[in-house]
């Protein structure tokens, strides 16, 4: 089993977006028996696949020791299970820091190894005992990024501070979230860094949120559902190389 964390400190840069469909990739493309697991009391990873919170609230995973079993629901997809989140959530960082317990979200996740071979971490945009504990959980740390002349430095400050919360950490890997290669400084920032994957900006991406699917499931011979796959495929091929 495998955790792969979706990560950043910053809202809008396309986190729930790559956790959703990287998880989709991980079921369907290379049959895994996946878990998207929802840690953002926005819910967006839930909303994207259309599964309502949980009946329990998630904060009861890490503040009273509530199986994940007991919140894990189905989606539409075989072989892909959700964690959904909810308001519950809002005092995580709290939460963590009270229980005092430095590996909880890692000791929730490896409780689940015999039942998935991949869980997707859904982020928030927090810093904190939140990404300490992440850190702690997750094999590799994906990093979306919004392209412009500063990704760089945007990964370098995402890496300074993972290592500010985290004296060991897992494999950071960049991602170029939104890559509209008809703007000039996105094609820049391609081209300085052309070693990072990228997701094509797009309007099927978008619809993502309108249509409760993931692009492979409604769109899979576009740009973006090839941009998901290929990124999906560096992953697998990362964690088979730790
Ligand atoms: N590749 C993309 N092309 C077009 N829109 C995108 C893309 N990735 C993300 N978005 C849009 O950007 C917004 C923020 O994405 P989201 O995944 O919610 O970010 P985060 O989880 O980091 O807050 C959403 O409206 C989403 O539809
Ligand atoms: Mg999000």
Redesign the pocket.
């Known amino acids: 089993m495998a955790v792969i964390a979706i990560y950043?400190a910053?809202?809008?840069?396309?986190?729930?977006?790559?956790a959703a469909n990287l998880a989709w990739c991980a079921a369907t493309i290379s049959c895994r028996r996946t878990l998207l697991w929802d840690l953002?009391l926005a819910g967006?990873a839930g909303f994207l696949f259309g599964v309502e919170p949980g009946r329990k609230p998630a904060s009861a995973l890490y503040s009273q020791d509530l199986s994940p079993e007991k919140l894990i629901t189905r989606t539409a997809y075989d072989r892909l299970d959700l964690l959904p989140a909810d308001d519950s959530l809002r005092d995580l960082n709290s939460v963590f820091a009270r229980l005092g317990k430095r590996k909880q979200l890692r000791k929730l996740t490896q409780s689940l190894a015999k039942r998935y071979e991949r869980i997707i971490l859904d982020c928030p945009?927090a810093l904190g005992e939140i990404s300490a504990q992440v850190m702690r959980a997750a094999d590799l740390v994906i990093v979306?990024l919004p392209p412009s002349p500063l990704s760089a430095r945007a990964f370098d400050l995402v890496v300074r501070e993972i290592k500010a919360h985290a004296k060991v950490h897992p494999p950071i890997l960049p991602v170029l979230?939104?890559l509209d290669l008809r703007r000039n400084l996105h094609k820049q920032a391609q081209e300085a860094n052309p070693g990072w994957p990228a997701?094509?900006?797009?309007?099927v991406?978008?619809q993502?949120?309108v249509r409760h699917q993931p692009v492979g499931a409604f769109a899979p011979a576009s740009p973006?559902a090839r941009g998901f796959a290929q990124l999906w495929t560096a992953i697998e091929r990362k964690l088979a190389a730790l």
């Open positions: 950043s910053k809202g809008g840069v396309g986190k729930t977006t790559v953002d967006g945009p979306p979230s939104m997701i094509p900006y797009a309007s991406v978008e993502c949120a973006a």
